[in-house]
Nanobody, 117 residues
Framework: QVQLVESGGGLVQPGGSLRLSCETS????????MGWYRQAPGKQRELVAI???????TYADSVKGRFTISRDNAKKMVYLQMYSLKPEDTAVYYC???????????WGQGTQVTVSS
């Protein structure tokens, strides 16, 4: 059974930091492109960051220089370190695992991040 479980969300003041974690099971983790997406109320889900199987990274323009995605293949986990958080970063953040070759795509249940004073 495939499971992606996010943690680390919460309420933080503008300018603050959070680190999201995604623990995976049931997948050959090192073979998957891992990503973080977010969805704010009334908006579509959007890409935040992805990390390839070789460690290459891509970020949304809105988070470049503030967020860092990383992965630990031994622990089968992916992380999102978020600095200088803004109110517009408020959203539910979802972990994603994708194997493009096998056309497999898995999502976590999401973790809420709220940036507010």
């Amino acid at each position: 059974q495939v499971q992606l479980v996010e943690s680390g969300g919460g309420l933080v003041q503008p300018g603050g930091s959070l680190r999201l974690s995604c623990e995976t099971s049931g997948i050959a983790f090192s073979m998957y492109v891992m990503g973080w997406y977010r969805q704010a109320p009334g908006k579509q889900r959007e890409l935040v960051a992805i990390i390839t199987t070789r460690g290459g990274t891509t970020y949304a323009d809105s988070v470049k220089g503030r967020f860092t995605i990383s992965r630990d293949n031994a622990k089968k986990m992916v992380y999102l370190q978020m600095y200088s958080l803004k109110p517009e970063d408020t959203a539910v953040y979802y972990c994603n695992a994708r194997d493009f070759g096998l056309q497999l795509n898995y999502w976590g249940q999401g973790t809420q991040v709220t940036v507010s004073s």
